[in-house]
């Protein structure tokens, strides 16, 4: 039961970074958009499925409160105020994009917390990663830093990173799904993005060698990881024929699947660990009693609904966004 709720907590924290990561992206990108019928047009490529996109978050965070309840109270304790950041970031977005149809005056400010909520939230996310791989102190499983532990040069880092692969994301959605000037500013776009994303990772990685972080330990102890980069290598390469070939189908698995490649490569690096180097998945988890009792309800019902529903939905809204339709 517990390998059951890991794997169901690693799906839907993967299925929320691809999900909510390209509308996010799409948020970051808005504020480059060359004129009012381009945002509108950004804006039809995520109306029908961005707030649904949050869906997996909030479910993420009901497994791990009913299924791993002492990394639930450690997460929280550790990062309660970069999560309320995020929260409120979050918030601000939802209302700007669609408090900007309806308002004249305030629509540049409406714009304005429509990507600064986008950025806001990515780069938190990519801080609370980044803290994690650095390691939180922790003792007899509680949290044993300060309020700012989590604020490092390296945690930063992440968060820029993330922001940076986001907009990758929102870059590769954007070709997929639109036409015209919207589509070819995300094909010039994929290739920049790409090259940031690279840097960074580049970056990350020799900051981590100069800290000796313990992660990296495990490309020692388990060679077969690398198998997993060499998949987000050949991505990359396959995403840059798709931006010069300016096949609009291909960007976006081809995002997807370096996302897949890294959220696996961070993965292996902390088995059997939720919380590197602290505390495990066994240690984690809930009494065998409340686990069996979740997975009758949100385990066989909640869970396989919302991927279903999910599915539906993007199977519905499939295909070119038509500029000529406005979302209200």
């Not at 990394?71 to 601000?92: D, R, T």
């Not at 990758?168 to 993005?193: I, Y």
């Not at 981590?208 to 997993?228: C, F, I, K, Q, S």
């Not at 590197?276 to 869970?303: C, Q, R």
């Amino acid at each position: 039961m517990i390998e059951f709720w890991a794997a169901a907590l690693a799906l839907t924290l993967m299925l929320y970074v691809l999900l909510d990561g390209f509308d996010l992206g799409v948020g970051m990108l808005f504020g480059i958009a060359p004129d009012e019928t381009a945002r509108r047009h950004m804006m039809q490529a995520i109306a029908p499925v961005w707030d649904g996109n949050e869906t997996w978050l909030v479910l993420a965070a009901t497994i791990l409160f009913g299924a791993f309840p002492m990394v639930y109270a450690l997460l929280l304790s550790a990062f309660y105020l970069p999560l309320l950041l995020m929260l409120a970031a979050l918030i601000l977005r939802g209302v700007a994009f669609e408090f900007r149809y309806k308002s004249r005056r305030l629509r540049r400010v409406w714009d304005a917390g429509f990507v600064g909520g986008s950025y806001c939230a990515a780069f938190v996310q990519g801080v609370t990663v980044g803290a994690l791989v650095q390691e939180l102190p922790v003792q007899d499983g509680l949290y044993a830093g300060g309020a700012f532990t989590w604020l490092t040069p390296f945690s930063l880092l992440c968060g820029l990173g993330l922001c940076l692969g986001y907009a990758l994301l929102g870059a590769a959605w954007l070709c997929g799904k639109t036409e015209s000037d919207v589509r070819d500013l995300g094909f010039r776009l994929l290739p920049r993005l790409l090259l940031g994303v690279l840097v960074f990772l580049g970056a990350a990685f020799a900051y981590a060698l100069a800290m000796n972080l313990r992660v990296l330990h495990r490309w020692v102890e388990r060679p077969e990881m690398l198998v997993l980069p060499l998949v987000g290598a050949a991505a990359c390469a396959g995403l840059l024929y798709a931006a010069r070939r300016r096949i609009d189908a291909l960007p976006f698995p081809l995002v997807a699947l370096i996302f897949a490649a890294a959220f696996a490569t961070l993965a292996a690096s902390f088995l059997p660990y939720m919380v590197p180097f602290s505390v495990t998945v066994t240690e984690a988890a809930a009494p065998e009693a409340s686990l069996s009792f979740m997975f009758w309800g949100a385990g066989i019902v909640v869970l396989p609904i919302t991927l279903i529903y999910t599915l539906v939905v993007y199977r519905v809204f499939k295909g070119k966004v038509d500029i000529a339709e406005h979302y209200d």
